[in-house]
C-alpha cells in the first residue's frame, strides 16, 4: 500500500521527466513543446493542429517544436491580416496572455488599457465622453496597480492612478473628459 501511495504523486513528474528528455523519440502523441509569437514552452492541453498546408504567401508564427511542423501563421488579407492558430486555447497560463498580446501586436492593434499588475482584469467601457474602468480582483488577497488606459475620447493614454483592489471583488473607476494625462 505504501508503495501506492508514492507511486501516485510521482507518475506525473516520471512522465514529465520522459517527455523533457524522450520528447523527439516519443513523438507528438508523447510530448509537445509548443512556441508562438516569441512565446516558448506555451501550456496546451495536447491538443494541436498543425498545418500541413499553409498559404504560399504565409508567415510562419509558431510550431511545435517536437514535429517542427506550422501550427500558427499570419497571411495578408485585402488590407488587413488574418491569423490561423492552431492551438486549443485555455487561459491558464502567464505565457498565454503574453502569447495573445504578441499575437495582437503583430495585427497592429495597440493596447487600450495598461494595468502593471497580471494578476488584475481591467475592462474599459466608453459611451460617448464617458467611460468607466472595472478592475476585478479574483484572487483572496488584497491587489494594487496603477492602471492606465486610453478611452475613445482621449488623444492619449491616460493616468487613472494607482488603486487598491479588494480581495474577490470588482472596484469601478470613473473617467470624464477633465482626466490627467
Not at 504523486?9 to 524522450?22: C, E, H, Q, R, T
Not at 486549443?88 to 502567464?94: A, D, K, L, V, Y
Not at 478611452?151 to 487613472?160: E, F, L, N
Amino acid at each position: 500500500m505504501k508503495t501506492l501511495y508514492l507511486l501516485v504523486p510521482l507518475a506525473p513528474l516520471a512522465g514529465a521527466i520522459l517527455a523533457g528528455f524522450f520528447g523527439k523519440i516519443l513523438g507528438r502523441t508523447g510530448a509537445h513543446v509548443v512556441t508562438i509569437a516569441g512565446v516558448v514552452n506555451i501550456n496546451n492541453n495536447g491538443s494541436l493542429f498543425v498545418s500541413g498546408r499553409i498559404p504560399r504567401q504565409a508567415k510562419v508564427v509558431g510550431i511545435d517544436e517536437i514535429s517542427g511542423k506550422p501550427l500558427a501563421w499570419e497571411v495578408g488579407v485585402g488590407r488587413g491580416k488574418a491569423l490561423f492558430l492552431g492551438f486549443n486555447w485555455s487561459h491558464g497560463s502567464r505565457e498565454q496572455g503574453q502569447m495573445l498580446r504578441n499575437l495582437l501586436s503583430r495585427l497592429g492593434l495597440v493596447p487600450r488599457v495598461e494595468c502593471d499588475n497580471q494578476n488584475l482584469w481591467v475592462v474599459l467601457r466608453t459611451s460617448g465622453t464617458r467611460s468607466m474602468l472595472f478592475a476585478m480582483n479574483l484572487l483572496t488577497s488584497n491587489a494594487r496597480a496603477r492602471i492606465r488606459c486610453r478611452p475613445g475620447w482621449s488623444k492619449g493614454m491616460i493616468d487613472a492612478g494607482e488603486h487598491d483592489v479588494p480581495a474577490m471583488s470588482v472596484k469601478c473607476i470613473p473617467l470624464t473628459t477633465g482626466c490627467r494625462k
